[in-house]
């Protein structure tokens, strides 16, 4: 099978980026978006106004409000709309799609209630067993400049990552392979957390030497998290884990990043969040890994500080004492030489 047509489902940032680096690689692209006056605007102005304001999109980007219309015949399908819609959207999906279309989850986050990862709801949803997921520090902004960037697609189906990655290539955009789908979206769901603690601790004055340790070990937490789940722990060593960990632990264009800033600031979370232009997944997947970690006995002292601030109103001391008190285990807990439990 060789990719012609790839629909784009979610106008936000990412979802535009990424229609708009395969448009530059010669397939004809179609994005849906649900307003329709966002629709109107980006084929009239091939702009994005909303959320990428300035950035041109190629001509060969056609945007759409009509789902049928976006995925009827494509290829491939990128997913790229919030946990919280994720389902909704691939069930209206499933009867309008080609049986051998590929699926591939742009989405870092979690559903509430089930915990089910957004490979998962594909699979369960469509029972198509040509799915990815696509994961990196890839902050949308700096795509836009043309800033290289790296990005990993994971699948159990080698043929599935190639034409991923035949899509995607480009002079500035890379995309490496990974055959651990879970471990590379847990990395890409879980470092949004940590994003919001790293812009906490920027907030109230703390240095290089905090933000190393907090992204360090957040790195163990993740791998920890993971392997409770069958992951792989060297795959969080990657893109999807340290990678993602450094670029939104460190960079204001990270929207989970600019909350933690803001709630160091003494503002409201709730007044934070509704003011963002974009869903901020972090907030949303916080309880969930708690809750999670606590029924499978992961010790997560970090996600336990940053859950006692956003619900119990303790300060961002907590999260560091959290980190501090904790027993003084290994500083790296998943060594190649050494067996795991």
């Given at each position: ?10 106008g936000?940032?990412f ?5 708009n680096?395969?448009?530059?690689n ?9 307003d329709?006056e966002?629709?109107?605007s ?5 702009e994005?106004?909303t ?9 060969d980007?056609?945007?759409t ?6 995925v009827k015949?494509?290829d491939l399908?990128?997913?790229a ?6 389902r909704?959207?691939v069930?209206q999906?499933?009867?309008?799609v080609?049986?051998d279309?590929?699926?591939?989850s742009l989405?870092?986050g ?7 990862l957004m490979?998962?709801?594909l699979?369960?949803e ?11 520090p890839?902050?949308a902004?700096e795509?836009t400049?043309?800033s290289p960037t790296?990005?990993v697609?994971a699948s ?7 034409e991923?990655?035949n899509?995607l ?5 890379r ?5 651990d789908?879970?471990g ?6 879980l ?6 603690i790293?812009g906490?601790?920027?907030?109230v ?8 340790m907090?992204?360090?070990r957040s790195?163990?937490e ?14 969080f ?12 632990c460190?960079?204001?264009?990270s929207?989970?990043?600019?909350i ?5 600031e ?6 934070v969040i509704?003011e963002m ?13 708690k809750?999670k970690?606590d029924a499978?006995g992961v ?11 956003v ?5 961002v ?6 980190l501090?008190?904790?027993?003084q ?10 067996p795991?439990?």
């Open positions: 099978m060789s990719v012609k047509n790839v629909a784009v489902l979610g936000g940032s979802g535009t980026v990424i229609a680096i395969i448009a530059h010669g397939h004809k692209t179609l994005l849906w978006m649900r329709i966002q629709v109107n980006l084929n009239k102005l091939h994005n106004v959320y990428l304001p300035g950035y041109k999109v190629h001509e980007v056609v945007a409000s009509d789902l049928e219309e976006a015949g494509v399908i990128f997913v709309v919030p946990s919280s819609s994720f909704e959207v069930r999906m499933k009867p309008l080609n049986e279309v590929i699926l591939v989405t870092k979690i559903e509430a209630r089930t915990f089910a490979s998962q709801i699979e369960e469509t029972n198509n067993p040509r799915i990815a997921v696509l994961s990196g890839n902050l902004k795509i400049a043309s790296g990005a697609v159990a189906d080698p043929a599935v990552v190639n991923v990655q899509v290539r480009s002079d500035s955009f995309v490496y392979a990974n055959s789908m879970l590379v979206e847990l990395g890409g769901s470092k949004n957390i940590y994003a919001i790293a906490l601790a920027e907030a004055g703390m240095g290089h030497n905090t933000n190393a907090l992204v360090t790195l163990t993740m791998a920890r998290f993971g392997v409770a789940f069958g992951a792989d722990p060297m795959t060593l990657g893109l999807s884990g340290v990678g993602d960990l450094i670029a939104t460190s960079s204001p264009l929207r989970n990043f600019r933690g800033k803001a709630l160091g003494g503002k409201d979370i709730d007044l509704s232009d974009q869903v901020a997944e972090g907030v949303n997947t916080l309880k969930q890994v809750d970690a499978l010790q997560m002292p970090l996600v336990n500080g940053l859950y006692e601030i619900y119990n109103n303790q300060t001391d907590h999260i560091i004492r959290s501090m008190l904790e027993e285990g290994l500083d790296v807990e998943y060594a190649a030489d050494r795991q439990a």
